[in-house]
C-alpha cells in the first residue's frame, strides 16, 4: 500500500453501522475515501469528506467507474434480516465475487472483506436467516480464489459502544478458532484499516473479538508472531 495520504480508498456498505466507521476511521488516518453507497440508503452522520457514490452492486460498469483510481477495497457490506431469505445469498456471495470481478478489472489489488464469526459453520442459530454463514464462507471462497491481495477479518458479535474502546483488548485468532464473544464496530473498522498498513495479513482470515481482560496487541504484532499461511 502506498501512504495514506496518497492513497485512495473504497468502502462497499458505507452507509452500514461498520461501514460508516470505516469510512471515519480511514478519513482520520489520511485516506482519500470513495463511500460507496446502496441508492435509497440514509447517509449517516460523520461522512463528511469523503466522496459519495450511489449504485447498485450488480452494476458492474458503474461499480467499476467508482473503482478507478482506487488502491484499496473495504468490503463492508452484509445481508440485513429481512423476509428475503435470499437474502443473504445476495450479499455475502454473489456481490462479494461482483465485487472481485470489479476489482480485478479496475485494477485494484488490495482488499479487505469484514465476515463473521463462524462463517462456512452449517449448525449454528444464525442460519436461520437464509443460511448466512454459508454464503458468507462462499464470498470468502470468491475473494480468495480471485488473485487479489485478501484479507478477511471475522468480527464476533458487534457492539454499538462507543465508550472506553481504549480498555478493550482485541482478541486475535486464525480461522475456527472462535466461537463467541463480541467486539465494538468501531475496533473492527479499525482492524480492517491495519491490516491494510500490514503486508503480512495478506492471505490470512483473522478473527477478532475482544474485552477488557485482553493484553494489548496490534494486529502487526499479532502477525510477527505467526507463521506464514500455506
Known amino acids: ?10 468502502v462497499t456498505g458505507a452507509s452500514g453501522k461498520t461501514g460508516w466507521r470505516v469510512v ?11 463511500a460507496l453507497l446502496r441508492p435509497g440508503s440514509e ?4 461522512l463528511q469528506g469523503a466522496e459519495l457514490i450511489r449504485l447498485e452492486l450488480g452494476d458492474q460498469a458503474a461499480l467499476e467507474q467508482a473503482l478507478a483510481g482506487v488502491q484499496a477495497l473495504v468490503i463492508a457490506t452484509g ?12 450479499v455475502d456471495a454473489l456481490a462479494i465475487r461482483q465485487q472481485c470481478a470489479a476489482c480485478a478489472a479496475a485494477g485494484v489489488k488490495r482488499v479487505v472483506l469484514v465476515s463473521s464469526l463462524c ?5 449454528h442459530p444464525l442460519n436461520l436467516f437464509g443460511l448466512i454463514l454459508v454464503w458468507k464462507r462462499l464470498g470468502e471462497r470468491w475473494l480468495e480464489a480471485s488473485g487479489l491481495d485478501w484479507t478477511v477479518v471475522r468480527p464476533g458479535g458487534l457492539k454499538e459502544t462507543e465508550e472506553n474502546l481504549d480498555a478493550q483488548g482485541i482478541r486475535f485468532s486464525g480461522p475456527d478458532q472462535q466461537e463467541s464473544n463480541s467486539i465494538p464496530r468501531r475496533l473492527v473498522a479499525r482492524v480492517c484499516l491495519d491490516a491494510l498498513d500490514s503486508p503480512a495479513s495478506i492471505g490470512r482470515i483473522i478473527e477478532v473479538t475482544s474485552d477488557a481482560g485482553v493484553e494489548p496487541l496490534s494486529l502487526a504484532e499479532w502477525l510477527a508472531i505467526q507463521p506464514q499461511p500455506v
Open 119 to 123: 462463517s462456512g459453520r452449517w449448525l
Open 79 to 90: 445481508a440485513r434480516p429481512s423476509v428475503d431469505l435470499a437474502g443473504p445469498l445476495k
Open 43 to 46: 447517509v449517516p452522520e460523520g
Open 1 to 10: 500500500m502506498p501512504s495514506e495520504s496518497s492513497s485512495t480508498l473504497a
Open 24 to 34: 471515519q476511521e480511514a478519513l482520520a488516518r489520511g485516506y482519500r475515501v470513495k
